[in-house]
């Protein structure tokens, strides 16, 4: 239910179709994932899953892939 | 002036900090106090107490430690839902003259002052964005844009303050998030103890207005860039000192 949570978080956030966030869907894959957009989505995640993301993951978080295995260490079943 | 705004200052045992602290308490806010050991906070706590100013969240940890900064952030936000003012205070001086400075004590030197600041930043304006704006302000000095003789690495740090100051400002200003400096010039603290009488004079000579300045000139500064009655001034380095650097 998670997974489903945090792609809904990443389509609003980047505006991309929901069909398009798969596991594969990368940073700067689309113009609208860049490093402002990258803020900006950290955010809606933190505040989604009521979580401080720690800087370090801020900056690993390069794909959806990584994105589930961060959010993972925070608790969140995903 | 600063009524339901949580304030969070580092270095808050004594000194400049302990200033900082009482005066955004005195001023409505509720304070998160940060030293490495929180009983060294017990003084700056029973003043408030005593005051009557609200309650402050005491916290003990290791300001270099970025991921302790985070939970420290993470845990505070859960309870308060907003970071209103950060206030990057603590800052360690270590005089040694040139040729004579041991890498541990640069390392140590950039990891309090400038590393442990900037972790601070990073954390505080991100919920600073969640809640529409805030203000931050960096605990600079004189030395950082004048130097002085034997103070080359702590000279380095204060300077690394200004320049994180002026960027984070331009960064952030979009998010309503102000960022200034203050550069307090001789202030009467511990630091000044173990200075010569005569040392001492020469320093006084110095100032145009012939005073010390005490941590409360410092703090009343800081809590005006806190508050919204500094509400449009962002990326600005104020002296404090007396007219040293008039």
């Known amino acids: 239910m998670s997974v489903e949570k945090l792609k809904q978080v990443f389509a609003v956030s980047l505006d991309v179709p929901l069909n398009k966030i798969v596991d594969e869907f990368r940073y700067n894959a689309v113009p609208q994932w860049d490093s402002i957009a990258h803020m900006a989505l950290i955010a809606a ?18 794909s959806f892939a990584k994105a589930r295995e961060i959010i993972a260490k925070y608790g969140i079943t995903i | 002036m600063l009524g339901g705004k949580v304030v969070w200052v580092t270095g808050a045992s004594r000194g400049i900090g302990q200033a900082i602290a009482l005066a955004c308490a005195a001023g409505g806010a509720t304070t998160v106090l940060v030293a ?11 003043k408030m107490s005593a005051g009557g100013f609200p309650t402050p969240i005491v916290l003990d940890y290791d300001i270099t ?20 003012g950060l206030v990057n205070n603590a800052g360690i001086m270590r ?32 919920l600073m964005r969640k809640i529409g704006g805030g203000s931050i302000v960096n605990v600079s000095s004189i030395m950082g844009h004048r130097g002085s003789a034997g103070q080359t690495v702590y000279s380095a740090t204060k300077a690394a303050l200004i320049g994180a100051t002026l960027a984070a400002s331009k960064e952030l ?36 207005m012939g005073r010390i300045g005490t941590p409360e000139d410092v703090a009343s500064v800081v809590a005006f860039l806190i508050s919204s009655q500094s509400a449009y001034v962002t990326g600005q380095v104020l002296g404090i000192d007396g007219g040293m650097t008039a």
């Open chain 1, 45 to 62: 995640i933190e505040e989604t899953f009521d979580i401080l993301i720690e800087t370090e993951d801020v900056i690993d978080m390069s």
């Open chain 2, 36 to 46: 490495r050991t929180a009983g060294h906070l017990a003084d700056t706590r029973d």
């Open chain 2, 65 to 84: 430690d970025s991921v302790a900064v985070g939970h420290a952030f993470q845990e505070v936000y859960k309870t308060t839902k907003r970071i209103d």
């Open chain 2, 95 to 126: 005089d040694a003259l040139l040729g004579m400075i041991s890498t541990a004590d640069i390392e140590q030197s950039f990891s309090v002052n400038v590393f442990a600041a900037l972790h601070h930043l990073q954390f505080a304006s991100r």
């Open chain 2, 173 to 208: 200003a979009p998010f309503n998030i102000r960022v200034n400096a203050v550069a307090p010039g001789v202030i009467q603290t511990s630091l000044l103890d173990g200075l010569s009488p005569e040392k001492l004079d020469g320093r006084v000579q110095s100032i145009a």
